[in-house]
């Protein structure tokens, strides 16, 4: 786009943002807490299913105290279901950062604040602009979409290098006396109307100064390599029951699903069956001999760079203790109290079929 051009660009998408944005309730605030927990959120998320996850987080945290004084446990059940739990944990760990490093504020300055766990280019750019008014523009996957039809740029969004390129090219375009509203509307126009599929581009404000519109090669931006498919595995899981009681494992504290509980399990070897994977990975585990009752789920679940086929098997416990250098924690809980700990969805999936011992047909 010519230089001439941009603050046409800027005044368009601005009138169009003004009167087609979205009641959204992270717009109806400036306190840099609460618009964080909601670009916290929204990454790989979509708005729909955030919003109620929103209010559910504010109402039990309604402020950064609040957040730096709870436990990492009731976080997570709180974001339970929302997915890429690095999010939380990292939220929660920096809320405690600056309650103690910065008095209970949270910086403006943008390397203090990017300097905060879980903090990157993105999550600085959104709050410090919208909250602060300070000039630095946001690169989501919405605004590289717009960028690439735009200014017609064969660069592939997915392209690990290409950050930086587009990172440019939106702090060339930025409204820079309103930067907030500018980012929200640049983030906006890409998810109501420069949509992947089937764009709007004849309700599109902009379209007159749109590379890729004004030569017909909307569908063909943006470009993106073409992923290597993504690989499935088969898992076998075991709800061991003793007496009237089950056991659940605490995954470590980082990593995937990090500080979820689960059930014991994992990954079968080659040519085994689920039934044998789940005796072996419960011994191997966590040091228990168990006896399979019956097969209680089948199922799927999707992952970012993998998915899962999960037989669950409900087990009794014959003998053995749960090793020490085992899991990171583990517990006998009542099902009565299964609510209370926060699973991986793909436990959940299977938990509402888990009914007590004396319920299960003996085989």
Same mark, same amino acid.
């Given at each position: 786009?010519? %230089?001439?051009?941009?603050?046409? &660009?800027?005044?368009?998408?601005?009138?169009?943002?003004?009167?087609?944005?979205r009641?959204?309730? /992270? *717009?109806?605030?400036?306190?840099?807490? *609460?618009? /964080?927990?909601?670009?916290?959120m929204?990454?790989?998320?979509?708005?729909?299913?955030?919003?109620? !996850? !929103?209010? =559910?987080?504010?109402?039990?945290?309604?402020?950064?105290?609040a957040?730096?004084?709870?436990?990492?446990?009731?976080?997570?059940?709180?974001?339970?279901?929302?997915?890429?739990?690095?999010r939380?944990?990292?939220?929660?760990? $920096?809320?405690r950062?600056v309650?103690?490093?910065?008095?209970?504020?949270?910086?403006?300055d943008?390397?203090?604040?990017r300097?905060?766990?879980?903090?990157?280019?993105?999550?600085?750019?959104?709050?410090?602009?919208?909250?602060?008014?300070?000039?630095? $523009?946001?690169?989501?996957g919405?605004?590289?979409r717009?960028?690439a039809?735009?200014?017609g740029?064969?660069t %592939?969004?997915?392209?690990?290098?290409?950050?930086?390129?587009?990172?440019?090219?939106?702090? =060339?375009?930025?409204?820079?006396?309103?930067? +907030?509203?500018?980012?929200?509307?640049m983030?906006e126009?890409?998810?109501?109307?420069?949509?992947?599929?089937?764009?709007?581009?004849?309700q599109?404000?902009?379209?007159?100064?749109?590379?890729? &519109?004004?030569?017909?090669?909307?569908?063909?931006f943006?470009?993106?390599?073409?992923?290597?498919?993504?690989?499935?595995?088969?898992?076998?899981?075991?709800?061991?029951?003793?007496?009237?009681?089950?056991?659940?494992?605490?995954?470590? %504290?980082d +990593?995937?699903?990090?500080?979820? /509980?689960? &059930?014991?399990?994992?990954?079968?070897?080659?040519?085994?069956?689920?039934?044998?994977?789940?005796?072996?990975e419960?011994?191997?585990?966590?040091?228990?001999?168990?006896?399979?009752?019956?097969?209680?789920?089948?199922?799927?679940?999707?992952?970012?760079?993998?998915k899962?086929?999960?037989?669950?098997?409900?087990?009794? /416990?014959?003998? +053995? *203790?749960?090793?020490?250098?085992?899991?990171?924690?583990?517990?006998?809980?009542?099902?009565?109290?299964? +609510?209370?700990?926060?699973? %991986?969805?793909?436990n959940?999936? &299977?938990?509402?079929?888990?009914?007590?011992?004396?319920?299960?047909?003996?085989?």
């Amino acid at each position: 786009m010519l %230089p001439t051009s941009i603050p046409l &660009f800027q005044q368009r998408l601005l009138d169009w943002y003004r009167d087609h944005q979205r009641n959204l309730p /992270w *717009r109806e605030t400036r306190d840099p807490y *609460r618009i /964080w927990v909601s670009e916290v959120m929204l990454q790989q998320t979509q708005v729909a299913t955030v919003i109620g !996850y !929103y209010h =559910r987080f504010l109402n039990r945290f309604p402020d950064i105290a609040a957040l730096a004084r709870a436990h990492q446990q009731p976080v997570l059940k709180i974001w339970e279901g929302l997915g890429y739990y690095a999010r939380a944990r990292n939220l929660h760990r $920096a809320a405690r950062h600056v309650i103690i490093d910065h008095r209970g504020h949270i910086p403006s300055d943008y390397h203090l604040f990017r300097s905060l766990p879980g903090v990157g280019g993105y999550i600085a750019a959104a709050v410090l602009s919208i909250a602060f008014d300070q000039p630095h $523009a946001v690169v989501d996957g919405n605004v590289k979409r717009v960028l690439a039809r735009i200014e017609g740029l064969d660069t %592939p969004v997915n392209q690990a290098s290409a950050h930086e390129f587009f990172q440019k090219i939106a702090d =060339r375009l930025l409204y820079r006396a309103g930067p +907030g509203t500018f980012n929200q509307a640049m983030m906006e126009i890409g998810a109501l109307v420069c949509t992947p599929r089937r764009p709007g581009c004849h309700q599109c404000p902009v379209s007159t100064l749109c590379t890729a &519109f004004g030569t017909d090669t909307v569908e063909h931006f943006p470009l993106r390599i073409q992923r290597k498919p993504v690989p499935e595995y088969a898992v076998a899981v075991g709800v061991i029951y003793k007496k009237d009681r089950v056991l659940i494992t605490l995954r470590p %504290p980082d +990593g995937l699903l990090g500080g979820l /509980w689960e &059930f014991p399990g994992g990954r079968l070897k080659a040519d085994e069956t689920p039934r044998a994977a789940c005796l072996r990975e419960i011994r191997e585990e966590v040091n228990l001999d168990v006896e399979i009752i019956e097969h209680l789920a089948h199922i799927k679940h999707a992952y970012t760079h993998f998915k899962i086929r999960m037989d669950v098997f409900a087990c009794r /416990w014959i003998n +053995g *203790r749960v090793r020490r250098n085992g899991p990171t924690a583990h517990k006998w809980i009542r099902l009565n109290t299964i +609510g209370t700990y926060p699973f %991986p969805t793909a436990n959940r999936k &299977f938990i509402p079929l888990i009914r007590p011992l004396s319920d299960i047909a003996q085989k």
